[in-house]
């Protein structure tokens, strides 16, 4: 860390969110102008202070006669990318912060899951990348539920759903791992302005071969095991985890099954939900 401090950084700012206190530092203020656009949702910017994590990022470029520099990401003292693509490491910075605020945010327990909005409850789709959740949570909004987020469910400490207004982040077709941001509004869609309470959970992953989704119901206790699963703090708190997912689950119906095409699930699932 040390090494790193020597480095000569230029501009640096401090934000939280949802509690967490972090920082980011950069070799050229324009980095930081750019990466406003890859905070989570929420986030403000606060005054300069310890903070809990500090990102340091320095930008490559032209080093003469044809030869570039590497793009450098570093939390803490930890590198997490060394890259030509800038791009690249403003997805790893996202990628790394979301996933810190999800782990010590103060008040929420952070699920990996799609979530949507209908008549006055909330549906969750519980799933890791490439599970299909944002597709389905597409479909759901396509078909009038609304959008409350396609990566992670923020439950307070009485199981209710608030939004984390995002673009969706859809996959290149192809089997790319490369993602690129969508409005809710092209999906025909409209982004949540406050909590729910969940009324269904849908625990499923795609299969396709013209699998129909026809899903078996969980008990409170396998469907808290169901959820537990997608748990970002599971490990760190997980009496305030147990906590919470026992009161989603206790005014909420949970199914599970294989399901196929997107579009069919999503009709099948606002119908039960309704």
Not at 54 to 67: D, F, K, N, T
Not at 191 to 197: N, R, S
Not at 220 to 243: D, F, I, K, Y
């Amino acid at each position: 860390m040390r090494k790193l401090d020597r480095l000569g950084w230029t501009a640096g700012l401090t934000f939280k969110s949802f509690g967490v206190r972090f920082g980011v530092r950069s070799d050229d203020p324009r980095s930081l102008e750019h990466l406003t656009q890859y905070l989570p949702p929420g986030t403000r910017e606060a005054a300069p202070g310890v903070v809990e994590r500090l990102y340091s990022i320095r930008l490559g470029g032209e080093a003469g006669r044809g030869v570039r520099r590497f793009n450098l990401l570093y939390a803490n003292h930890v590198r997490l990318a060394r890259t030509t693509d800038a791009e690249e490491l403003f997805e790893r910075f996202e990628s790394d912060l979301q996933l810190t605020v999800a782990e010590a945010a103060r008040g929420r327990v952070f699920l990996h899951a799609g979530v949507v909005g209908w008549r006055g409850r909330a549906v969750l789709v519980p799933g890791r990348s490439f599970s299909g959740k944002t597709t389905l949570t597409a479909e759901l909004v396509r078909a009038g539920a609304t959008y409350y987020s396609d990566e992670y469910a923020v439950l307070d400490r009485e199981g209710r759903v608030h939004p984390y207004a995002k673009p969706l982040s859809v996959r290149d077709e192809g089997g790319s791992t490369r993602q690129r941001k969508v409005a809710v509004e092209e999906f025909g869609g409209r982004g949540a302005t406050k909590p729910l309470p969940v009324g269904l959970v849908v625990v499923s992953e795609y299969k396709g071969g013209g699998t129909h989704w026809r899903p078996r119901s969980l008990s409170m206790g396998r469907g808290s095991l169901a959820l537990l699963e997608h748990a970002v703090p599971a490990r760190t708190r997980p009496a305030e985890v147990l906590e919470t997912l026992e009161k989603v689950v206790r005014g909420a119906i949970v199914l599970s099954g294989a399901r196929g095409e997107a579009a069919e699930a999503a009709r099948s699932i606002l119908e039960r939900a309704s």
